[in-house]
């Protein structure tokens, strides 16, 4: 959107819990440092703490039918929400 590009990260996207549904996965503290490898300076970051609430959102899908043992439990699960806007070319 107008340059920017949204991650949301969790301590659940580790490298540890990366599979074929979800491939990617980097530590919270380390992204950051990954994103300026990759860009350099021609990006900026701001990191936005956030706590993920999803009391009373009825679920459309059954995970659980979809995904063998699927947990989608988020309620109080700290997210972080990293705003990557490109600066140039």
């Known amino acids: 959107i107008n340059g920017y590009l949204f991650v949301e990260l969790t301590n659940l996207h ?7 549904m979800d491939p990617f996965g ?3 503290p ?11 300076s021609k990006v900026s970051i701001q990191i936005i703490k ?3 609430s999803n009391k009373n959102r009825e ?9 063998k043992g699927a947990s989608f439990v988020a309620e109080g699960l700290i997210s ?10």
């Open 59 to 67: 679920r459309k899908v059954d995970m659980n039918k979809v995904i």
């Open 14 to 20: 580790t490298v540890q819990t990366s599979g074929s």
């Open 30 to 40: 380390y992204f950051p440092y990954l994103v300026v490898e990759w860009f350099g």
């Open 80 to 89: 972080y929400v990293f705003a990557i806007k490109k600066l140039h070319d």
């Open 26 to 28: 980097v530590e919270i």
């Open 50 to 52: 956030n706590v993920k």
